[in-house]
């Protein structure tokens, strides 16, 4: 990996299509100067959709994939698909140490499995969880975690996410404790 930080973007994944992710990224880009982006998808229909973001080009890196997650797709179809689909591809970046994150707008079960199966979760984590900082009305904002993509939780689950949360809010909040 450069020392810039990079992404892995399932460029094919999510339901408003590539044209929105090239968007994305791009004002991504615009806001943070120093990233990079491995952008993976149908190299043909990525490199045409960069032309309506030539700033873009010089910053980032295609990455080709022949297939796609589906929405409908179930998690264990696309953990066996994986290694050739856009999505599998961005998470496998991240483990090859090529990108320092992967990001997908696609399909959240088989985003979790993959990533889970590819990358593996610390020692005394059972399973991930999403998280996203939100505002509050007082001084401080919060961080919420699993947000619907676990269907069953034990106690012990819980337990882990807030230990996660709770690693992830002292890191973005800069907090003591």
């Known amino acids: ?15 408003e299509g590539l044209a929105v992710m090239l968007a994305g990224v791009a004002r991504a880009r615009r806001r943070f100067e120093d990233l990079h982006f491995l952008l993976v998808g149908d ?3 990525v490199r045409a959709g960069l032309e ?5 080009s010089a910053h980032s890196e295609v990455v080709h994939a022949a297939e796609v997650i589906g929405s409908s797709d179930k998690a264990g179809q696309a953990i066996r698909r994986a290694k050739k689909t856009s999505m599998g591809i961005a998470i496998d970046l991240v483990k090859q140490g090529r990108a320092a994150a992967a990001v997908s707008a696609g399909n959240t079960g088989a985003l979790m499995a993959m990533a889970k199966v ?3 979760t610390l020692p005394g984590i059972d399973r991930p969880a999403l998280a996203a900082p939100l505002p509050t009305l007082g001084d401080n904002d919060v961080v919420m975690l699993d947000l619907g993509a676990n ?3 034990d106690a012990r689950n819980l337990v882990q996410f807030a230990v996660m ?4 809010a002292r ?3 800069d907090l003591d404790r």
């Open 118 to 120: 590819a990358l593996r």
């Open 1 to 15: 990996m450069t020392d810039r930080p990079c992404i892995a973007v399932d460029a094919m994944g999510g339901d």
């Open 52 to 56: 309506n973001h030539p700033n873009l």
């Open 151 to 153: 269907t069953e939780c």
């Open 43 to 45: 190299e043909a229909q």
């Open 165 to 168: 949360g709770a690693a992830y």
């Open 171 to 173: 890191i973005i909040f």
